[in-house]
DNA sequence: AGTACCACCTGACGGC
DNA sequence: TGCCGTCAGGTGGTAC
């Protein structure tokens, strides 16, 4: 049982892995802790992380957006952001370590829990709490959190791009580029449309939709080939067609990212 | 203050 | 065949 980072680690894939974690690494004994590149880390050096983790163990964990934070023991909290390629494998035998493991931990029982990532977007950290990691980041509510009535009041203040704000962390954490894309196509409207247009009854369904996919791909475990077949996400693509009206889906860019959605069915 | 955009990073892919 | 440019995307820093 292991997790591969199917897709770009968003809230739904960071979920996932916070449950792997817990069902697979808490509370066992540090025997070592091997930093395999430096770059991985961020506000500690590697002998002050080993110091921290070594003869101690992993207590509990949390989720706020797209980061992890596990628990050391009754200290501070280790802080785990995935990137874009970044995902964690626990394991027994070494034999299975994973390509581009960054960070490497072996328990006293003899497994071994890695952090891979290819590119080395991810960022391993810590942190006194939740609360001071989530204030350093200046990060907004929780998009699995956030009720109704928060995320009109938010959207009341804002005159962005719906695109541009739905993935900025500091409005409302967790969302990326893929799942805007989505939550957008299934709300029907446009990427570039401002979001000052959107009418109550609208902000409302766009609030629907984000719910709508976020739960859906927790459903699913964020594997891709498992959501609903009318999904964007799972045809995301270069000339593909949309399933609803079968027109070609069009694509624009956003401070460097690629939004895609449909013509016809976004307005 | 609020918003927009680029650098960072690596591998896959297409064009010539 | 092989090289080179482009693309993918989350975040933090910088520029406006």
Redesign the pocket.
Known sequence: MWITGDT???LPDVENFRLYFQKTSLNQKINSVQVK?L?FL?EIDQFSLQRLLTENRFSETFRH???LLVRIGTDPWLTV?????GYIKYYSDISQEP??DRLLINFSNGNHLSFSD????G?VGVTSSPEQFIK???LGPDALQIDEKRFLELFS?????LK??L?????M?GI??????EILFRAGFLPGRNSSTLDIEELKKLFRSVKEVIHTALKAHAVKKLFPDDYLLKN?R?GSRCFRCNAVMQ?L??????A?YCPGCQR
């Open positions: 770009m680690p968003e590149e770059r961020t957006g797209k980061n952001h995935f990137g874009m390629t390509p581009f290819q590119r080395i977007f960022r350093e980041h200046h203040r804002k005159k962005r791009a541009t704000l993935m900025d962390q500091t409005f954490a990326g580029n893929e799942y805007s894309d995301r270069k694509t860019r956003f401070g460097g990212r690629t895609y």
